[in-house]
């Protein structure tokens, strides 16, 4: 547990308070410089999706139109009421018309709902041509009555989104309406089974599924301006107890009355990754892009990390060299870059205000250039903040090109180097035993809800366990920079037909380094830079999973979400492998069973062997840029 001093409750409080002020602030510029109305944009199918539309009231000149399409409520309703502030105030004070829309199904609009609604593609996608609706139709439909109906309109569009509106925003750059002219996607939901929210490479994300779906998922019976509550029977303050006691993810559907949300029903009837994902996954047709994209994203997101690399991976090599497309990623929590100052996540912190450097220099400049003919387009391809060193870095390409794949070997007690193995005839693996009954939790702190700064949390207590293996270098003399993704790459002998696989990429603090955070010594702090789950059956495909032949030497090589961050001098580079990410990631069973329709009694005990030898290298290779 960490305890926390006085002065720095003192501390967040005063940060609290000028928060505050600044949405009172916000809030009275929105009021006192724009004109809201509500109005009901009809559909090519007839239905009709309510929008709130803030005009300057200064109308002796045209503005360009900025659209947020939503899920969560484009709340407050009523034209009387303001919403507090348009996420960055530059914008606002610069001039622009702000639209907000809930999406067909959602709130105050007409139609049925649809979580990540597939795209259907057309050649034309006008009104004449794509008679079918999707949520890029009812963006172009939206944009297409916005240039007829908001005053004042200079004929451009931007589009931008924070999470699930990132999806929408997506969904903008396939819209194929030319006005849409600057579309940017922030921790864009991007594909569900794979990389984003609900599952990791195929493992069920257990608290945010059952924490998200609890509420959202419920179907409301009509237009309504309240949201859903989600589950709230805890009745334990101890989200590890509650889960373990909670069982097999069949035991959701009746015990908190999971089954009656129609979603979480289509999670667990499509336990691999079939053609109905497959459709949820807007990667493959970002193709062919007119706007220009700016895809955004946190180091350190718990939810979309994996959406925001893999949508600027998508646009740059599905489109022209030429074609306007930049990565911007800063050591930020899901849409941190709009929420905090971005100046530290729990006990880590960057040395700067690193969200008003985004807004302001970055995404300021991005819409006036392409919305207003202002400025100059000098952003580079990426905007990287690199941890560990706390810059802002640029690149003309993303992985950078100077990047050398090096791979860091798993070595006899403990240790982690770039040299390859020797022979160890005496112990050639290492092992543990991954038992369901008492999975590896993937923090310390006794909490409920999912936190966000388990993303740079301490490891040290993961390390003690004897379910955890740990490699580590010796103390660095010079400086390993890491920009790109990481992979595993895990030779493992198993005694079951199963088991998940957890890697995580540490940055271990010198011993003699001063100073304390929120209670905790920095002196040794095990620095979480990133962890990934891999569910072991997927490892040769998410299509048609395999399960391990029983004590048979067997590969696992995965991805994690790419890394910006230095490890100094000083520092050792550590590597944590485990086989549970508890309750964050749901427990396998370590058989090879349907894990949603497993019961109670199907999960057992497995060890785990890892092999070292010179012929079974497991380790994990890095992206270090080269100076």
């Not at 803030?54 to 409520?73: E, M």
């Not at 597939?118 to 963006?139: L, M, V």
């Not at 409920?448 to 207590?461: C, I, N, S, V």
Request: include cysteine; glycine fraction near 6%.
């Amino acid at each position: 547990m960490k305890f926390f001093p006085i002065h720095f409750f003192a501390f967040f409080v005063a940060l609290s308070l000028e928060a505050q002020n600044q949405i009172q602030l916000d809030s009275a510029f929105i009021r006192d410089n724009f004109i809201k109305r509500e109005v009901m944009i009809p559909m090519r199918d007839g239905k009709q999706l309510f929008t709130s539309i803030y005009s300057p009231k200064d109308q002796s000149k045209p503005y360009p139109i900025i659209l947020r399409r939503t899920p969560y409520s484009c709340s407050p309703y009523g034209t009387g009421a303001f919403t507090t502030n348009f996420q960055n105030m530059n914008l606002a004070q610069a001039g622009y018309i702000f639209v907000f829309q809930d999406v067909r199904g959602r709130y105050m609009s007409e139609g049925d709902f649809v979580d990540v609604r597939p795209f259907i593609p057309t050649t034309d996608p006008s009104p004449k041509g794509k008679k079918q609706t999707d949520e890029s139709s009812d963006t172009y439909d939206t944009v297409d009555w916005l240039l007829k109906n908001a005053s004042n309109n200079n004929g451009r569009v931007g589009v931008m989104g924070i999470s699930y509106p990132g999806f929408y925003a997506t969904m903008a750059i396939l819209a194929g309406h030319p006005a849409i002219k600057a579309v940017s996607p922030q921790a864009p939901v991007t594909d569900w089974f794979v990389g984003d929210d609900f599952h990791h490479n195929g493992a069920f994300m257990l608290m945010d599924g059952f924490g998200f779906y609890s509420g959202f998922g419920k179907v409301r019976s009509k237009p309504t301006m309240d949201s859903q509550p989600g589950f709230s029977q805890w009745n334990t303050s101890d989200n590890y107890d509650f889960y373990l006691r909670a069982g097999a993810l069949r035991n959701f559907a009746t015990k908190y009355e999971m089954g009656k949300i129609p979603f979480w029903n289509d999670l667990m009837s499509h336990p691999n990754y079939d053609d109905w994902w497959k459709a949820r996954n807007p990667r493959p047709h970002l193709k062919n892009v007119m706007p220009a994209v700016m895809t955004v994203g946190g180091l350190f997101d718990a939810e979309d990390c994996w959406g925001a690399w893999n949508t600027y991976k998508a646009l740059e090599k599905q489109n022209p060299t030429t074609h306007p497309n930049t990565l911007v990623m800063g050591p930020w929590v899901h849409g941190g870059w709009a929420r905090t100052t971005g100046e530290r996540l729990g006990n880590v912190v960057f040395g700067q205000a690193t969200s008003d450097f985004y807004q302001r220099e970055i995404e300021f400049k991005f819409f006036e250039y392409y919305l207003k003919d202002q400025g100059k387009m000098d952003l580079p391809e990426a905007y990287i903040f690199e941890t560990g060193s706390n810059k802002w870095t640029t690149y003309d390409a993303w992985p950078p090109k100077n990047i050398e794949y090096q791979k860091f070997y798993f070595q006899p007690k403990g240790k982690l180097s770039a040299q390859k193995p020797a022979i160890d005839r005496q112990s050639p693996v290492d092992h543990y035993i991954s038992d369901p009954a008492k999975p590896v939790p993937y923090t310390e702190d006794i909490h409920l809800r999912r936190t966000r700064e388990y993303m740079t949390d301490d490891q040290r207590f993961a390390a003690r366990r004897p379910d955890v293996l740990v490699y580590q270098t010796d103390a660095l003399s010079n400086p390993i920079t890491v920009t790109g993704p990481v992979l595993a790459d895990l030779w493992v002998i198993l005694t079951t037909t199963d088991a998940d696989f957890v890697v995580k990429l540490i940055d271990v603090f010198p011993d003699t380094l001063q100073g304390v955070e929120n209670g905790v010594p920095l002196g040794g702090y095990q620095m979480l830079v990133r962890g990934e789950i891999f569910r072991g059956r997927y490892r040769n495909s998410y299509d048609n999973p395999n399960a391990f032949e029983p004590n048979l030497q067997t590969n696992v090589k995965f991805q994690l979400p790419d890394v910006a961050h230095t490890f100094l001098p000083g520092h050792k580079l550590m590597v944590q492998v485990q086989s549970s990410w508890f309750p964050l990631a749901d427990r396998n069973p370590q058989q090879f069973i349907n894990i949603y329709e497993a019961k109670d009694e199907d999960f057992v005990p497995c060890t785990v062997q890892m092999c070292r030898s010179p012929m079974l290298e497991s380790g994990v290779i890095l992206p270090v840029l080269k100076k």
